[in-house]
T-cell receptor
Framework: DAGVIQSPRHEVTEMGQEVTLRCKPI?????LFWYRQTMMRGLELLIY????????DSGMPEDRFSAKMPNASFSTLKIQPSEPRDSAVYFC?????????????FGPGTRLTVT | AQSVAQPEDQVNVAEGNPLTVKCTYS??????LFWYVQYPNRGLQFLLK??????LVKGSYGFEAEFNKSQTSFHLKKPSALVSDSALYFC????????????FGAGTRLTVKP
């Protein structure tokens, strides 16, 4: 298996622009997570899905952030409009059904820079 | 609510010496505990987990961790550190009775010097 795939790996954009991050989870995994990592705040869970349904989005910082999972093999995290404080590394992770004891598998991340 | 603490931001050891990265947790029931490692410019990589059974868990790259219920700890250890072990290490906890996801610690940066 190719593992969790994220694109793009790097994104540089100007303040006010829309940014879309993409994730393909590992086939057969029913949970998908979006995280943000910064030096100041460490690793933060933004939202997670189970069977394509959002379960907990309490970590989404504000309405400028939205996430979708239209099918089992694809998810997006959108920021509109983007701001410099959104600069971070965004990780997608997935894990199996009945995942309470299962580890999460992380993608390589998308490094977002908003100027 | 579940939580996890990594009391040390940074750990420095000499190559060949044993290493310990500390983790303590707070969970109302019996926890599921995990260790992940992050190398520069990479995603987190699973190292090992404790679910039930033997308190000493062995994982990838020669790492092991010991679950200590009385001290609510799950310290990561390795008998002989390598320079290539230098990375950021995260402890995570999940309460199997709660319908939420795992909580990650703030991370500990391990530096192994030759």
């Amino acid at each position: 298996d190719a593992g969790v795939i994220q694109s793009p790996r790097h994104e540089v954009t100007e303040m006010g622009q829309e940014v879309t991050l993409r994730c393909k989870p590992i086939s057969g995994h029913d949970y998908l997570f979006w995280y943000r990592q910064t030096m100041m705040r460490g690793l933060e869970l933004l939202i997670y899905f189970n069977n394509n349904v959002p379960i907990d989005d309490s970590g989404m910082p504000e309405d400028r952030f939205s996430a979708k999972m239209p099918n089992a093999s694809f998810s997006t995290l959108k920021i509109q409009p983007s701001e410099p404080r959104d600069s971070a590394v965004y990780f997608c992770a997935s894990s199996k059904r009945q995942a309470r004891s299962y580890e999460q598998y992380f993608g390589p991340g998308t490094r977002l820079t908003v100027t | 609510a579940q939580s996890v603490a990594q009391p040390e931001d940074q750990v420095n050891v000499a190559e060949g010496n044993p290493l310990t990265v500390k983790c303590t947790y707070s969970v109302s029931g019996n926890p599921y505990l995990f260790w992940y490692v992050q190398y520069p410019n990479r995603g987190l990589q699973f190292l090992l987990k404790y679910i039930t059974g033997d308190n000493l868990v062995k994982g990838s790259y020669g790492f092991e961790a010991e679950f200590n219920k009385s001290q609510t700890s799950f310290h990561l250890k390795k008998p002989s550190a390598l320079v290539s072990d230098s990375a950021l290490y995260f402890c995570a906890v999940r309460d199997p009775r709660e319908n939420n996801d795992m909580r990650f610690g703030a991370g500990t940066r391990l530096t192994v010097k030759p």
